[in-house]
Nanobody, 126 residues
Framework: EVQLVESGGGLVQAGGSLRLSCTTS????????IGWFRQAPGKGREGVSF???????YYVDSVKGRFTFFRDSAKKTVYLQMDKLKPEDTAIYYC????????????????????WGRGTQVTVSS
């Protein structure tokens, strides 16, 4: 069974930093795309960043230059380093995975992703 477990969320002040982790198991790590999505109160789920099954990384415009995605194949873990956080980054952050996914548009289509973690809360105060 594919398993994804997020951690690292918390409460930080605007301008601060936070690092999220997603530990994985149950699949061939480098054959899967792995991504980060988030859901703010009263809003739908939106993409943040993902690493394709060909190890190419993509970011949505709102986080470019502030967030960094890193894939550690030895630990079968991915990280999302978040810097210069803003109140609008407040959301529950989810890790997702899908086999053999290379389409750059995947960050815009949550329904393409088949496996999800339970999420970790990120709150940014002003």
């Amino acid at each position: 069974e594919v398993q994804l477990v997020e951690s690292g969320g918390g409460l930080v002040q605007a301008g601060g930093s936070l690092r999220l982790s997603c530990t994985t198991s149950g699949f061939t790590f480098n054959d899967y795309a792995i991504g980060w999505f988030r859901q703010a109160p009263g809003k739908g789920r939106e993409g943040v960043s993902f690493s394709s099954s060909e190890q190419r990384t993509y970011y949505v415009d709102s986080v470019k230059g502030r967030f960094t995605f890193f894939r550690d194949s030895a630990k079968k873990t991915v990280y999302l380093q978040m810097d210069k956080l803003k109140p609008e980054d407040t959301a529950i952050y989810y890790c997702a995975a899908e086999r053999a996914l290379t389409n750059s548009q995947a960050i815009d289509v949550p329904m393409w992703w088949g496996d999800w973690g339970r999420g970790t809360q990120v709150t940014v105060s002003s």
